[in-house]
């Protein structure tokens, strides 16, 4: 696992992806799924106030 940003390394990270400075790198497809995958497969529990 990587290590934790603070605040203003956030900060700087997306100033830098607003200015331009930093690219984007494109994920394959199959990376894609494996995520959608897992996310769908979390359950959803909803519950109604009365």
């Known amino acids: ?3 934790i940003l603070s ?3 956030i900060d700087a990270l997306l ?3 607003s200015a331009g400075e930093i690219e984007l790198e ?3 497809s199959a990376e ?3 995520v959608k ?3 769908l497969n979390v359950p959803i ?3 109604r106030n009365i």
């Open 1 to 3: 696992m990587g290590e």
């Open 7 to 9: 605040q203003s390394e």
């Open 15 to 17: 100033s830098a992806l």
């Open 26 to 28: 494109e994920h394959s």
């Open 32 to 34: 894609k799924q494996k």
């Open 37 to 39: 995958n897992t996310i």
């Open 45 to 47: 529990n909803f519950q």
